[in-house]
């Protein structure tokens, strides 16, 4: 239960960089979800029900700030979370994986919410796919390893052996 | 198939992803069925406030991170002024335009008798008394010299000249212009035409050959008497500014229209009028 607790901060800061900072940082619609990379992570370097809390709280924060869609980022999140946790019990404990994985993850996410927006009536646009999906997804799996490492180094009982 | 089954996290996590969709679809935008729902009301005040702190905080970020993009802003925030600015000033325009038009629209429908066609003015004379102006219809429109040419504030003048999409008109301020026209209130009959000017600033036009009997007064409306043939009988002309020639043989007065020649922007050319009905 500790090991929750002090993820929730930790949520709360991805959503502050997500919310606050990336927007400012990147233009023309590249925008890397921190609060996704950090759910993917503790997915990895913990366990899944942590992957799931920052999932879950994280997106829900991020949604409260980027209405109108409440709880579209927390189940982009969430199915990210359970494919990684698909492939890693699947694949066992390859720890080069954990990059592509989360790539798929990611890119899985990031298309939910590419289709979602696309099923409620936005205009289909290939070129912000490529563009900025595209690379926001590259830098989030690419922002899993670290993270995951960072965790790990506080954590025991991975799901990758060491 | 068991093991998925036994498997608690995904369990939770389907229901979970599933629950957030169905909410994710219930708060999107044009989802009229939540419109005025509870949910939507108890939500909205708090997502609104969350997301005007995204904007001042991120705003704050940006002025940080990205002091380019400020510009930018200031810049794409300038052109929509611009571009709003433009509009409206067009809006204005077509309103002035609309009011114009149905002012002649109006008239047009108080003379059943009489046929127009309606031009706006696309030139003037240089001459700062303008003298001559040119409309936008011509002969394609039904446009023959000599057409009377009006406004709903009076006579404006007579075509003088037909092109097939455009016409020049002389303006009553011509000095060779002459309109036969007769007093209202008395009907003595006078001759019109050419502008009378004080100190080089214009008072009206010339009434002339009124007979030396002829009572007329200040402020008598003068109209077309219909003689000539030119201009329909009974035409507003303008009102009487002064009377001179007192006791002689004949009268002569300064007329006032109502017609502000350097303004003008429309027009209706008498094309025909229904004697029948007339």
Known sequence: MKRRLWLIPLSILAVFLDVFVFPSLFASGFRPLFVLSLALAATAATKVQDGMLVAFFGGLLSD??????????????????????GFTRKAGSVRALVIPFAAIAAAAAELMIFGFSLAIGA???????????????????????????????????????? | MRKIWKNRPMWIALTAIVLLIVLAAFTANGNDRTEDGLFRSALTPAADFLHSVQKSVGGFFTRVFRPSALSEENERLQKTVLE????????????????????????????PNMRFVTAS????????????????????????????????????????????????????????????????????????????????????????????KADIREGDI???????????????????????????????????????????????????VDEAIG
Not at chain 1, 64 to 85: Q, W
Not at chain 1, 127 to 136: G, Q
Not at chain 2, 142 to 155: F, L, P, R
């Open chain 2, 222 to 272: 003068i109209r077309t008497s219909g003689i000539g043939g030119f201009f329909p009988k009974g035409l507003y002309v303008g009102t009487v500014l002064s009377v001179n020639g007192e006791g002689k043989g004949t009268h002569d007065a300064i007329v006032s229209t109502d017609i502000d020649f350097l303004h003008l922007e429309n027009a209706l050319i008498v094309v025909g």
């Open chain 1, 123 to 162: 205009r289909f646009d290939a070129m912000r796919l490529l563009r900025a999906t595209l690379p926001s997804v590259v830098c989030e799996a690419l922002l899993v390893y670290p993270l995951s490492a960072s965790l790990k180094s506080r954590e025991k009982g991975s799901m990758f052996v060491r």
């Open chain 2, 84 to 111: 709003q600015q433009m509009k409206l000033a067009l809006l204005d325009e077509t309103e002035k335009e609309n009011a114009r038009l149905s002012e002649l629209l109006n008239f047009a429908e108080a003379n």
């Open chain 1, 64 to 85: 409260l700030f980027f209405h109108p869609y409440i709880g579209l980022s927390a189940a982009a999140y969430l199915t990210a979370v359970a494919i990684l946790y």
């Open chain 2, 121 to 212: 003015v696309i030139g003037r004379d240089s001459n700062p008394y303008i003298d001559t102006i040119t409309l936008n219809a011509g002969s394609r429109s039904g446009v023959t010299e000599k057409m009377a040419v009006i406004t709903a504030d009076g006579v404006v003048g007579r075509v003088s000249e037909v092109g097939p999409n455009w016409c020049r008109v002389k303006t009553m301020c011509d000095e060779k212009m002459r309109i036969s026209v007769m007093v209202q209130r008395t009907r003595d009959e006078g001759m019109l035409g050419g502008i009378y000017e004080q100190d080089g600033e214009i008072l009206g036009t010339l009434l002339y050959y009124l007979p030396g």
